[in-house]
């Protein structure tokens, strides 16, 4: 079956450095997302991406927070400056086009530490 | 208005015994419920999904019930196995679009 893969797992950044996390969607969907989960809470919305361009976001994307898909098979999240807070598990989801047919798939994770 | 809450937040079982998960959403708009489950290490996995226009739907050992009136949820995982140990999660969402409101999920352990 068709995973979301995501790279790395973990990454471990100094406060007010650059990360970028990294996703291969599954080949042939169009809708691309993130979401965080912070240890022990629920998973909570970030962005959704379709056709180049941010369709939605949530109050937690700030302007240091950036989505990219550069290529045809990868989307990438880039936090500018990170804070101890966002120290948290970023999935990476994709789905298809409309429908319950096609459900959010996500990534197994990359686990974002901040110190 | 656009929380889902989800109790209890643990939940123990026995092997075979029946698993049950409640959620309630406030926001109306809200016409998709998913329930995923996460293993340790992993990311949510999509086990079910109801639309309102119904009010159950069962896969298998999994069963959601759906009551619109009340705006609740619930998971019902008949023979509960060691396997189904995991934390799963209640999610809404409306329209076309996937921005899901996750519940703050439940830790299931199932006793051999």
């Known amino acids: 079956e068709p995973e979301v893969t995501q790279t790395p797992s973990h990454q471990v950044t100094q406060m007010g450095q650059e990360v970028i996390l990294r996703c291969v969607p599954i080949?042939?969907?169009?809708?691309f997302y993130w979401y965080r989960q912070i240890l022990g809470q629920k998973v909570e919305f970030l962005v959704s991406?379709?056709?180049?361009?941010?369709?939605?976001k949530s109050e937690i994307f700030d302007d240091q927070f950036s989505v990219e898909r550069p290529d045809g098979s990868n989307f990438t999240l880039k936090i500018r400056s990170t804070k101890l807070e966002d120290s948290a598990m970023y999935f990476c989801?994709?789905?298809?086009?409309?429908?319950?047919?096609?459900?959010?798939?996500f990534g197994n994770g990359t686990r974002l530490t901040v110190t | 208005q656009q929380q889902v809450k989800q109790s209890p937040q643990s939940l123990i079982v026995q092997k075979g015994g029946i698993s049950i998960i409640n959620c309630a959403y406030e926001n109306t708009a809200f016409d998709y419920f998913p329930w995923y489950q996460q293993f340790p290490g992993k990311g949510p996995a999509l086990l079910i999904a109801i639309r309102p226009d119904v009010s159950e739907k069962k896969e298998g050992r999994f069963t959601i019930s759906f009551n619109k009136s009340a705006k609740q949820f619930s998971l019902h995982i008949m023979d509960s196995q060691p396997g189904d140990s995991a934390t799963y999660f209640c999610a809404a969402s409306s329209g076309s679009a996937r921005q899901l409101t996750f519940g703050s999920g439940t830790q299931l352990t199932v006793l051999p």
């Open positions: 080949s042939n969907h169009l809708y």
């Open positions: 991406f379709y056709n180049n361009e941010i369709s939605e």
């Open positions: 989801a994709s789905s298809g086009l409309t429908g319950d047919s096609s459900p959010l798939h």
